[in-house]
């Protein structure tokens, strides 16, 4: 079966049993605003660069769980899985395409931050995500305070280029717009840590057996939906789809769906349990 | 959002540094380039064996692939090949093989303005090729050229913006950077285009000077 119809078919699946528990339950959603309504899809822009919340898979299908929350969005909003256009966004451009409305929903791996606030709305969150640091199996560095002097690759425009910025100028940073371009320029000695969420960085680990994490957690966010500012119709739509994903388990299926078995309860947890506290 | 010119004003340092650093890459790469058009030219139309034939593919290799996938491969590739280049000089590698290409055609046409009479006759006055090339043909050239190397420049300049993708912290990866952080997108590139269009008329008329200067021995 292709991914796009297995896609499909679980969305189906999906919607028949909420069709059945919406019943039961009373989950019904406000109504859609006019807008979107008269688009007639959804138009959301996801990552293809972040496994397993968004990417795309080896024959370039969108993949992951925060592509199939978009999914279950259109779904529920048109009453079918496929009145979706996805978009694939970076962490640079992402806030951009939103504001320029290329995209009406952005369910990217965005963090909640008082810049961000300051420019677009955000959902209630619906996971919490720290960050982490890769380097080389034999690195010197043990732990955050270590990269003091050396450099660390980051992505522009990311949690981690904000946190350093603010928490440790001192720190050389190389800024690369993609976490392929970072992966490689980490592996090419181009800096000596590569930092991200670690989320994203415990897949890469997890396959390449010449990097570590150092596992010191920093810089934790919730995540949540961006949508463009004074939209109460739309952000209302997205906050209890949001909530009806949780309350009907979606989460814990879409985990099961996209992570490899022994990598599910970090993820599971991000989902489930409260934020962490961390510097 | 309305236009927020105290923003702009406080990002002032940040995109001074990345004006600086474009500065710095361009002319380094606009100097070079020059160097290489005139080496690959004077091998084209000396028609040195073999080299010959290396700088036709070169020329041909540089035109017909993308700036962007060049790039990649100077700074991504060659470390596999072991030749890790620092960012700056992966750009300044960048830039040159690029610009280098033009540039030799560009010479290669002013060279062609050069009459076999003239070759003949320096021949027969006992001048070696090379000695032909540079005191006879290369003082020629360059002013037909002049114009059509003034362009290459010029885009050698606009592509240095290119060099924010592999983290060289240029005007452009500024601009790139501060907007993904705090998204005041219309501030910060109305303003690298404005800088940008002075760096480019700066170097327009620093252009005309020299043809001015090269052209006096026509000039009445």
């Known amino acids: 079966m292709t991914l796009p119809r297995l896609l499909a078919r679980t969305a189906l699946a999906t919607l028949a049993l909420a069709a059945g528990l919406g019943a039961a339950s009373a989950q019904a959603l406000p109504p859609l605003p006019k807008a ?7 138009r959301a822009g996801v990552r293809c660069d972040q496994p397993p919340y968004g990417y795309k898979d080896e024959s370039g299908n969108f993949a992951g769980i925060e592509t199939e929350m978009a999914i279950q969005i259109a779904a529920w909003a048109f009453g079918s899985p496929d009145r979706i256009e996805l978009t694939c966004v970076t962490a640079e451009n992402r806030i951009p395409q939103l504001m320029g409305r290329k995209v009406d929903i952005l369910l990217a791996t965005l963090g909640v931050t008082p810049e961000r606030a300051r420019v677009i709305d955000f959902s209630k969150p619906y996971r919490w995500g720290g960050s982490d640091m890769l380097v080389p199996k034999d690195s010197p560095i043990k732990k955050l305070d270590d990269v003091a002097g050396k450099t660390v690759v980051m992505l522009k425009g990311s ?16 800024r690369l717009n993609t976490a392929s371009d970072a992966l490689q320029a980490l592996k090419q000695g181009r800096g000596d840590a590569y930092t991200h969420d670690a989320a994203t960085l415990v897949v890469v680990a997890a396959k390449d057996p010449s990097l570590r994490l150092v596992g010191e957690s920093f810089a934790v966010t919730d995540a949540a939906a961006g949508l463009r500012k004074n939209d109460p119709e739309w952000m209302a739509y997205v906050d209890a789809a949001l909530a009806r994903m949780k309350a009907e388990g979606l989460y814990a299926k879409w985990v099961d769906k996209w992570v490899p078995a022994d990598l599910r309860p970090f993820y599971a947890e991000a989902f489930t349990t409260a934020k962490p506290t961390a510097r | 959002m309305e236009f927020d010119l105290a923003y702009l004003m406080a990002q002032g340092p940040a995109l001074m540094r990345g004006l600086w650093l474009t500065i710095q890459v361009s002319l380094l790469s606009i100097v070079l380039s020059v160097g290489v058009g005139l080496l690959g030219a004077a091998v084209r139309v000396l028609e040195v064996p073999v080299l010959d034939r290396v700088v036709r593919a ?30 700056f000089w992966s750009g300044v590698l960048c830039l040159t093989l690029w610009a280098g290409a033009y540039q030799i055609e560009n010479l290669r046409g002013g060279l062609a303005t050069v009459g076999k009479g003239l070759r003949e ?4 006055l006992g001048l070696t090729p090379w000695r032909f090339f540079h005191l006879v043909a290369a003082p020629l050239a360059i002013r037909v050229a002049l114009p059509a190397m003034l362009n290459t420049a010029i885009s050698l300049l606009k592509n240095s913006s290119y060099l924010q993708a592999i983290g060289l912290a240029e005007l452009t990866y500024v601009a790139i950077d501060r907007i993904s952080m705090d998204f005041r997108t219309i501030e910060m590139f109305a303003a690298i285009c404005v800088i940008y269009l002075a760096l480019v008329l700066v170097l327009s008329f620093l252009a005309s000077r020299l043809e001015f200067r090269l052209n006096a021995p026509f000039r009445h």
Do not use: C, H
Request: glycine share 8%; no cysteine.
């Open chain 1, 159 to 174: 949690t981690q280029a904000k946190w350093f910025e603010d928490t440790m100028p001192k720190v050389e940073t190389l």
């Open chain 2, 121 to 124: 006759a320096s021949y027969a």
């Open chain 2, 58 to 87: 070169y020329v041909e290799f540089i035109r017909n692939t993308p700036m962007l996938a060049q790039l990649f491969f100077i700074f991504y590739g060659l470390p596999g090949i072991g030749l890790k280049l620092s960012l």
């Open chain 1, 36 to 42: 979107i309504q008269a688009a007639g899809l959804l």
